[in-house]
C-alpha cells in the first residue's frame, strides 16, 4: 500500500464559499490558474493521477489529470504522466513559478479492479504511481503529500483561496494533504 | 498502403501495430447489429428478473478519449460496476453500471430477498452482480457472433464498487493505451419506469481491423 500515514492527512472539511467556482480539470487535461476564486478539481479519480502544483508566492495553481504512465508520440501530451508533468513546468515556469519553491501533491493510481485476466488494468494505477514519484525523484522535488495506491477512487481539489488540497475517497470524508 | 510500426504502447510495452488512418465511418459497427445485440440482452435480463426490461437507449459515436467523461453530471455519483472483456476475433471492453442503491435491489430480487435486505455488497451479493454482467454481456456477444459468424467469448466478469468517474477509468485507460479515439456503445435499460437503471457502456478495439472487416462481410450479406 502506497497510502500516506494517516498523519499526513487531516480530516478536516474546507468550506467551499459563494464566490468560489469548480474548475473541472477533465481526463487526460492540464489546468493552470491564477484565479484565486478557483477550486481545482478532478472528480473520480481511478487510475489516473494527478499531479498538482501550488506556488504561494505567485499564487498560482496547477492540477494534471493524467490517465496512463509514458507519452505516446503523436498523441496528447497531457494524456500522460511524463510529458504532462514537464508541460505542467513548461506553462508555470512560463508564469514565473519557482517549482523547487512551490508545493507538490500527487494522488491517484488506484487499482479498480481485483480480479485476475485483467492485466492491462491492472498495471496501469501501479505504473502511472511509478512514473509520477519517478519524475519527482528526477527533479529533486518532495511532494508536501501524497494518496497513492489502494483500491478506491478519489477527489481531489486544490482550493486556490485557501490554498489547501483535499483528498476525499468514495465512501470518505473529505481530508486536507499536507 | 498499410505501414507496420514496432513501437511501445504507453505502458511502455513492445507492440506491434498497423497504422493507418481510420473514418467512422470505416470503423462504426452496424447500428442494426447493436440494437439485435441489444435487445437479445434486454431479452435475458427479462427472464432472469422476472420483468420486462426495455432497451430504451442506444448511442453509438467516435470521440476522442479525452472527451469520454464531459456531460456526465454526476462522476462521483457511487455505482455497482460489472467489468468484463470480449475475446476472440472481435476484442472488446464492457461494463455495466448500476447505480448502488439500484444494485441492492437487484440483488435482493435476484437472491429472493425482502427489499431493503441488502446494505453493502459481500461476496454473494457481487456474485449475483457478476452473474447479470455475465448474462447481459455474453447474450449480446452471442447475438453479435452469430450474425458475423465469429468466433468471440466473454471472460470471466469483475464487480467494482466505487465514485461513477473511477469506475469509467477501468474501462477508458486500457483503450488509451493504443488509441486516440475511441468507438463508444453506450445504451440504457429500464424496467417498470425508472425502477431499473443499467447503463451499458461498450468499447470495441478498434486498433483490431476485423471489426471492419467484418461490417463490410454483414452489409454484403
Request: aromatic share 4%; hydrophobic share 40%; proline share 5%.
Amino acid at each position: 500500500m502506497l497510502n500516506p500515514p494517516l498523519s499526513k492527512l487531516r480530516t478536516q472539511t474546507v468550506r467551499q464559499t459563494e464566490s468560489e467556482q469548480i474548475v473541472s480539470v477533465g481526463m487526460g487535461k492540464l489546468v493552470v490558474t491564477q484565479e484565486p476564486n478557483e477550486i481545482l478539481t478532478v472528480v473520480g479519480l481511478g487510475s489516473c493521477v494527478a499531479v498538482v502544483l501550488y506556488d504561494p508566492r505567485r499564487r498560482v495553481g496547477a492540477m494534471l489529470h493524467a490517465m496512463l504512465p509514458r507519452h505516446r508520440p503523436g498523441a496528447s501530451v497531457t494524456r500522460f504522466v511524463d510529458s504532462g508533468t514537464r508541460e505542467l513546468i513548461a506553462q508555470v515556469e512560463k508564469l514565473g513559478v519557482n517549482i523547487y519553491r512551490s508545493r507538490w501533491y500527487l494522488a491517484g493510481g488506484a487499482q479498480m479492479l481485483s480480479a485476475s485476466g485483467f492485466q492491462d488494468t491492472f498495471q496501469i494505477g501501479g505504473k502511472n504511481i511509478e512514473m509520477a514519484t519517478a519524475m519527482m525523484q528526477e527533479l529533486g522535488i518532495t511532494p508536501i503529500a501524497t494518496d497513492l495506491g489502494g483500491t478506491q477512487g478519489r477527489t481531489v481539489r486544490l482550493y486556490m483561496a485557501s490554498e489547501r488540497m483535499t483528498v476525499r475517497t468514495a465512501f470518505g470524508s473529505e481530508r486536507i494533504m499536507e | 498502403m498499410k505501414q507496420k510500426q514496432e513501437n511501445q504502447n504507453a505502458l511502455g510495452q513492445a507492440s506491434e501495430s498497423e497504422h493507418e488512418p481510420l473514418s467512422f465511418r470505416d470503423i462504426q459497427v452496424p447500428a442494426e447489429l447493436v440494437e439485435k445485440g441489444l435487445h437479445h440482452t434486454a431479452e435475458g435480463l427479462s427472464g432472469m428478473f422476472g420483468r420486462n426490461i426495455l432497451l430504451t437507449n442506444v448511442r453509438q459515436s467516435l470521440i476522442p478519449i479525452e472527451e469520454a467523461l464531459d456531460g456526465i453530471d454526476d462522476l462521483e455519483a457511487p455505482v455497482a460496476g460489472i467489468y468484463l472483456e470480449g475475446t476472440g476475433d472481435m476484442p472488446s471492453q464492457f461494463m455495466l453500471m448500476i447505480p448502488l442503491k439500484m444494485a441492492y435491489r437487484i440483488v435482493d430480487t435476484l437472491l429472493m430477498q425482502p427489499p431493503g435486505t441488502t446494505t453493502e455488497l459481500d461476496d454473494l451479493g457481487r456474485s449475483a452482480l457478476a452473474e447479470v454482467g455475465n448474462v447481459a454481456t455474453s447474450l449480446f456477444l452471442n447475438e453479435i457472433a452469430d450474425l458475423t459468424h465469429t468466433d468471440t467469448r466473454p471472460t470471466p466478469p469483475s464487480v467494482v464498487v466505487d465514485m461513477l468517474g473511477a469506475v469509467l477509468n477501468v474501462i477508458l485507460l486500457p483503450a488509451g493505451l493504443e488509441m486516440d479515439k475511441i468507438l463508444l456503445i453506450d445504451a440504457d435499460f429500464q424496467c417498470c419506469s425508472t425502477t431499473l437503471n443499467i447503463w451499458f457502456w461498450l468499447i470495441p478495439d478498434i486498433s483490431n481491423r476485423i471489426l471492419s472487416r467484418k461490417q463490410e462481410a454483414v452489409s454484403h450479406a
